[in-house]
C-alpha cells in the first residue's frame, strides 16, 4: 500500500488559486494512478481528478474541467492539484487517492487514503 499526505490546504478568496500536494510513500507508487477526491460538509465523497501512473493520461470531473489540473512527480513521490479561480462551492476537504488499478478512479476503486485538507473559499 501506499502512504499518503496531504498539505496546501487554506482558506482562499473567491477567483484565487491553490496548489494542493500529496505526498507519497511506499514501494508501489510509481505505479499507481492517483488521484483526489473531495467532500463538502454533509455531502458525500466525490472524485475530482486523476493520473495514470505515467503521468500521461488525466481524468477529471466535469466540475473542475478547465480550472483544476493534476501533476504528478514521480521522482520526489508527489502529486499536485491546481486549483484556479476558486468558486464557493469548491470548499471541501480534499483527499489522496492511491489505485493500482485504472485511472478512471471511483471512491470503491482507490486502494489507499489520504487524511484530507481542506480548503475554503470565501466568498
Known amino acids: 500500500q501506499v502512504q499518503l499526505v496531504e498539505s496546501g490546504g487554506g482558506l482562499v478568496q473567491a477567483g484565487g488559486s491553490l496548489r494542493l500536494s500529496c505526498a507519497a510513500s511506499?514501494?508501489?507508487?510509481?505505479?499507481?494512478?492517483m488521484g483526489w477526491f473531495r467532500q463538502a460538509p454533509g455531502k458525500g465523497r466525490e472524485f475530482v481528478a486523476a493520473?495514470?501512473?505515467?503521468?500521461?493520461?488525466?481524468n477529471y470531473a466535469d466540475s473542475g474541467r478547465g480550472r483544476f489540473t493534476i501533476s504528478r512527480d514521480n521522482a520526489k513521490n508527489t502529486v499536485y492539484l491546481q486549483i484556479d479561480s476558486l468558486k464557493p462551492e469548491d470548499t471541501a476537504t480534499y483527499y489522496c487517492a492511491a489505485s493500482t488499478n485504472s485511472y478512471r478512479m471511483t471512491v470503491g476503486s482507490v486502494e489507499s487514503w489520504g487524511k484530507g485538507t481542506l480548503v475554503t473559499v470565501s466568498s
Open positions: 493520473i495514470s501512473w505515467t503521468g500521461d493520461m488525466k
Open positions: 511506499g514501494r508501489t507508487f510509481s505505479s499507481s494512478a
